[in-house]
């Protein structure tokens, strides 16, 4: 009989023994199978649970958080989010130097205005640059600088070409050129 053969010893080898044994009959796999499970959720769990999984990614840019859910609102669709909040995602994202997204969220304020003041409809499924011809159409005044904020967005989202601080330089001056043409007309009025 050893040192280590006493009878708590004696007692937790038995007691594991046992344990395992058990398990083997219980579980298919047997424990290196019930332990690679564990993990497997574990890890499942921890991916979900802190917003980091496949479900929900989520970005800060001072103080702004965007939440990429492929279900919510695609790249190209307007949210339903008040255009001065817009706004301050542009320049949050363009401070972050994420001149791509600064440049879709310029355009989404302009478009957001325009809804909001009721000179275009919101219609969603309708991509941004669909809405942007509508608002072209019912503001001519703003077409001109409507259709170059689109071709700017469209460039850059779908013709893939790298965006840079002088595009969002430019779509918050366009920005501002559509405001101000919007801002002259009243809702609803005939011309």
């Known amino acids: 009989m050893s040192e280590n053969d006493g009878p708590v010893s004696g007692g937790i080898a038995r007691w594991w023994s046992q344990l395992v044994a058990d398990i083997s009959d219980w579980y298919p796999l ?17 991916l979900f649970s802190h917003g980091t999984g496949w479900l929900r990614r989520e970005r800060r840019y001072d103080g702004v958080v965007e939440y990429d859910k492929a279900a919510e609102v695609l790249d190209d669709e307007v949210p339903d989010l008040p255009s001065d909040q817009l706004r301050a995602r542009a320049r949050a994202y363009a401070a972050a130097g994420d001149h791509r997204r600064a440049v879709r969220e310029w355009l989404r304020a302009s478009v957001r205005d325009l809804i909001d003041r009721e000179l275009i409809d919101h219609r969603p499924g309708w991509t ?31 013709g893939q070409h790298e965006a840079d601080a002088g595009h969002v330089e430019r779509m918050a001056e366009l920005d501002a050129t559509i405001s101000a043409a919007a801002g002259g007309r009243l809702a609803g009025s005939a011309t």
């Open 128 to 158: 941004v640059t669909e809405l942007a011809a509508a608002a072209s159409a019912a503001l001519p005044p703003a077409a001109v600088a409507m259709d170059e904020a689109a071709r700017i967005f469209s460039d850059i989202w779908y």
């Open 30 to 46: 047997g424990v290196g199978g019930l332990l690679l499970t564990l993990l497997i959720l574990a890890t499942v769990v921890a």
